[in-house]
């Protein structure tokens, strides 16, 4: 595509990743493999994990598309264990009452297979929370209100990359969602365009830990071709 010459300043070359095209198979076929080990786990080590390491999955996140680049984003990383103990005594006192009525029959028998119930340990044991904030709006130098665009398809791609990004470090996680979870506003302090998206524990498996035993769907299943 070409650009004119006032925005061509605003472009660089593209540097491709150095990969031989006879590669290319096994790389995607072991991609696949590496993701399709992933598992949410639920019951943590509170083995230590180093800052550092939060930090580049972050970071990782961070390099996430996002509507008009706009990187409609905030990760909250805490091991502060009196901000974990916060988190975790609103999170159980909102998810006993999602359990306990909230939550429709049906959705409770949905969930059983996979064991979840209000209770969420992992909220204090895990050795980080990483809160994913999505802003709806930004906010100029005169703080006056800047649009964002995509914001819960572009926070969803970057949580799904940090996903990844844990995953192939080689620590766990699990998407939790407690429902209403603004007290993660109050408790974090974020002003008032970002808004919780979802927490994140990120950690060690606790030792002989279980999960359920699931299958995924076929590729018969989850793709429809259409080719010549
Ligand atoms: N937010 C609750 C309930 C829950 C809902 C779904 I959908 C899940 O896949 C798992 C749990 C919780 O975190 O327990």
Redesign the pocket.
């Known amino acids: 595509m070409k650009h004119t010459n006032s925005q061509k300043e605003a472009f660089i070359p593209y540097t491709q990743l150095d990969v031989a095209p006879t590669d290319i198979p096994q790389r995607a076929l072991e991609h696949y493999t590496l993701m399709d080990q992933r598992r949410s786990v639920r019951e943590f080590s509170d083995q230590p994990v180093p800052k550092e390491v939060i930090e580049n999955l972050i970071m990782t996140a961070s390099t996430a598309p996002s509507g008009a680049h706009k990187q409609p984003w905030t990760f909250c990383a805490i091991s502060s264990a009196e901000i974990k103990r916060q988190i975790r005594e609103m999170a159980e006192k909102e998810?006993y009452e999602?359990y306990h009525g909230r939550?429709s029959d049906r959705?409770l028998k949905d969930?059983e297979p996979?064991g979840?119930?209000?209770q969420?340990p992992f909220l204090e044991i895990a050795p980080w929370l990483i809160v994913v904030f999505k802003k709806v709006y930004d906010l100029d130098d005169q703080q006056e209100k800047v649009n964002n665009y995509y914001v819960n398809e572009s926070v969803g791609i970057a949580t799904g990359m940090l996903i990844g990004a844990i995953h192939q470090a080689g620590l766990v996680t699990l998407t939790?969602?407690?429902?209403p979870m603004n007290f993660l506003q109050k408790i974090l302090e974020r002003p008032a365009n970002e808004r919780p998206y979802m927490l994140l524990p990120v950690g060690f498996p606790a030792e002989g830990v279980q999960v359920p035993n699931l299958t995924r769907k076929t590729k018969e299943e989850v793709m429809v071709c259409f080719e010549d």
């Open positions: 998810e999602s939550m959705w969930l996979l979840t119930d209000w969420k939790h969602t407690p429902s």
